[in-house]
């Protein structure tokens, strides 16, 4: 394999030609910044930050970069934790940041038009404003951007009833390595005309191009919803509880697991003083049910407790207000945080069959 080439002076000249020399960073502190994720002690160094924020410059960017053979990595809001926007081999760091606008909410095909660089949770807050619903909701979705979602295929809680990411994107605008631009579909839900290139790229990685519009498929929001949080004597009998749940005929719309160590630091990290913990308690189901119906919701709620009851969970909390559904799922969020914070040991995303989560 042919080596990479340098990032010269020259090139850097060349950078502040297509963004401007506001928008390039070399210095030491902005290489180590913009060289980690999450596993803030693992530092790749880039030759040079560069933050575009047209499609144009993208283009120019990665023509010039192959050209030149010099190494391109383009990177999010950096709150991965696989490596993805790590530039392991130094070379240009191209930073999504500036691709921060929606660009269309259409109501009646219900999509939604964004740049990469919009926060998770301000597009879900935009849409739902229009009473629609972008299902995928990862634990940090409060700072991370929607294009690395779509690099890393993300899910979060809401996937065990709606799926991931994977499931919502219809198209996407993307520059190759060679600084062409392509769409990789169409705004339709079904596209039989050729190879289904959005989906190769959904999960990538940023390994095939650098994605600068999306265009995501939407769902009417649901009016309600019912959270509970259930303690067990046991991991075993709360991961056993899971397939039972399925079992009874509910699609929960969240289904979480939190074991004693995690729910006790994430309740520190968060200054979480109105959940008390039983003695025999060593794991707990964060568990919700959404829908418009809210007398079906109460149904599938009781059938819930029926089946948790069979495990010896008696102290059921129901959330009975909106800002206590917000805390629980708050202190769920946090545990990633808290976990860091208390553990030396790192976060792994373990993927197994639900009849399996016993055994682990």
Known sequence: MAEFGIVTAEIISQLKNIVGESFILSDDESKIHYGHDETEDLVFKPSVVVSPNKVGEVSAILKLCFEKNIPVTPRGAGTGLSGGALPVIGGVLLSME??????????????????????TEILQNAVKEKGLFYPPDPASKGSCFIGGNIAENSGGPKAVKYGVVKDYVLNLEMVLPNGEVIWTGANVLKNATGYNLTQLVVGSEGTLGIVTKIVLRLIPHPSNDV????PFSSAEKACEAVNEIFRSG??????????????????????ETNISLNEKTEAHLLIEVDGN??????????????????????EILFADSAQQKSDLWKLRRSVAEAVKANSIYKEEDTVVPRAELPKL
């Open 98 to 119: 500036r691709f921060s606008h929606i660009l269309l909410i259409d109501e009646k095909n219900f999509q939604v038009t964004v740049e990469p660089g919009v926060i």
């Open 227 to 230: 959270l509970m949080l259930a």
């Open 250 to 271: 509910i699609s929960p719309s969240g289904l979480e697991f939190m074991e004693r160590d995690a729910i006790e630091w994430a309740m520190k990290h968060v200054g």
């Open 293 to 314: 119906d809210m007398d079906a919701l109460y149904r599938d709620a009781e059938k819930i407790t029926e089946v948790l009851q069979g495990f010896g969970c008696d």
